[in-house]
């Protein structure tokens, strides 16, 4: 029996359940942007009460959101006859049971209007739900099946989600975790599939592009396939890919059998943005091993309500962009040599950081929560990005499993070795001392010094022997030329960043500062000021902060700034060329 039979069968045996819970959302009004939702429990095994909860957070976005915000008129009814329900918490809701109660349908309506990828949206053109924004679960039932009805409005005529269909828009999942983990799309999208590896894969594209849909197609399955090589092994019987093409978009989420990602729609029309949209395809579908399967132990099972801590959101996130970049360049969508100088432009960025030297990658990702998605003015001084450091890291890593391993090795079998060990064997994730074991044992020799000053440590990598070994020179253009420097960025007359350790930063000048002046004449833009600038001149600021005029003596100095150009050597030597093959040939 294939599996859509077995789960019809399961629903034949329950009457309308494949499990304790089952939900049902319609849209009868989609402009005023409200999903409606019954939500109907099985109580008959409960005593007194029963409790409903609303996620406070979404997986693969780390930050506590407050979904339950968003809900509105909830109400409790059972056989037409209203059950007392009240709100018990921030994100709870507890109903009251008398004896004899079987089955209770809590009804509610999720305002949807904002059109991210971490949260929902519902308009007049289409529907986008995330399970987490929308859903209300029962803890109790988190391990068990949960139904889901869709009812579109009578004006959408498809839903795509990756959750497994059981006959028309209705739909099961194993448990909560799956669930939450299935995005859905519902209206009049473009529906494309294809196969990878004789895997069913399919495209919800919404909103129009110019786009070439044979080209775009297979340049997806080829990066799929490439994508796939890496761990060896596909996880999935199925995957759907949800774009939505807006006016302006950027992101993605990762998902057990899917992903949804934001694109600006006129991206598809130059090299540079069609580059960018399989960028972000190659990074959120390399999530299926990363992060989905091979993951740290706090990713899985989740606490909705609360943070879930890891130290290694720079292997989970960061290490996906740079294999989102790796898989690109393998398959040639990417050259070689355009991969070789965003590569050091990606280390200059985070060399260019000064809070690079105060917040390890480790550090960065235990405070995702707090940092990440609320920066200030002081985070490019106080804190890094676990994405960008951890992207710079992973190409350390791989070059030094390389270089142990004479060319036996690369960062691709730390993935199988994790694959195979924690995902399929133990059916768990990771502790933080398993990871750095995993690199040990492929490396052949240990990383803990590695893990300790650079994962724990700020220590910088030392680039130039490393690129040495492979044979590329590696410097820094700009120490050959005079740049002048003040380290701050104004915009709209306005300070909106000053640069620790800079000119303006030891002068004194603050963000939020309106410049009148420099040197007693109108403010022409920091490129104009500095064009004949050069370090040792002094700038006099004349701004006005809290209302009150200030003067700053600004010294002008040379950049501190990194520029770095990789280049081949002219003549590598054999042990140089066999590194090399190894590091940009793949496996």
Partial sequence: MN?????????????????PIKHEISMSEPFSHYFEVKTTVDVSKETNFFDLKMAAWT??????????????????????????????????????????????????????????????FLDDAHGY??????????????????????????????????????????????????????????????????????????????????????????????MAEEAQKVVGEHPCDHYLFIIHNLNRGGGGLEHLYSTTCQVTRSSYETKKGYEGILNLLAHEYFHLWNVKRIRPMALGPFDYENE????????????????????????????????????????????????NQVESA????????????????????????????????????NMWIIQQTKGAKCLDDVFKLLYQTYYLKAGRGFTDQELEDAFSKV?????????????????????????????????????????????????????????????AYVAGLNVGDEVLKVNGTDFPGLDKLLTDKKPGDTLVFSVRRDGMERTFLVAVQQTPLKSFVIESEAIPTEAQLKLRHKWLGGN
């Fill in 129 to 222: 739900i995330n399970p987490a924004s929308v859903l209300m679960y029962a803890p109790k039932f988190a391990s068990q099946p949960q139904e889901l009805t869709i009812i579109p409005h009578k004006e959408f005529k498809k839903v795509s989600t990756a959750m497994k269909n059981v006959g028309g828009f209705n739909f099961v999942a194993k448990n909560l975790d799956e669930l939450i983990d299935s995005p859905i799309e519902i209206g009049n999208h473009k529906v494309w599939d294809f196969k990878v590896n004789n895997i069913p894969h399919q495209i919800a594209f919404y909103g129009p592009a110019k786009v070439d849909s044979v080209k775009f197609l297979a340049d997806v399955k080829q």
């Fill in 3 to 19: 599996l859509k039979l077995l789960f019809l069968s399961v629903i034949l045996s329950f009457g309308c359940f494949a499990g």
């Fill in 59 to 120: 997986p693969g976005s780390y930050l506590i959101r407050e979904f339950a915000k968003n809900v509105e008129s909830v109400s409790a009814e059972s056989n037409g006859k209203k059950v007392a329900i009240s709100k018990i918490s921030k994100n709870t809701w507890r109903i009251a049971l008398s004896p004899g109660l079987k089955q209770v349908s809590v009804h509610y309506r999720v305002y949807a209007y904002e059109m991210s990828v971490r949260t929902s």
């Fill in 443 to 503: 490396a052949g020799t240990s990383a803990a010094d590695f893990f300790k000053t650079h994962i724990y440590g700020v220590k910088t990598p030392a680039y130039v022997a490393m690129f040495k070994a492979f044979g590329y020179q590696f410097t820094d253009a700009n120490l050959s030329k005079t740049v002048p420097y003040i380290g701050v960025s104004i915009a709209a007359g306005r300070v909106t960043s000053v640069y620790k350790g800079g000119a």
């Fill in 308 to 355: 879930n801590y890891t130290h290694n959101l720079w292997f989970s996130e960061g290490i996906t962009s740079y294999y989102a970049d790796v898989i690109n360049q393998r398959t040639g969508m990417v050259s070689t040599a355009d991969y070789i100088k965003a590569l050091g432009d990606d280390i200059a960025g985070v060399e260019n950081t000064p809070g």
């Fill in 362 to 397: 480790a550090e960065s990702s235990w405070d995702a929560w707090i940092k990440y998605y609320r920066p200030n003015e002081n985070s490019r001084n106080a804190s890094v990005s676990y994405y960008d450091k951890g992207s710079l890291l992973g190409g350390v890593l």
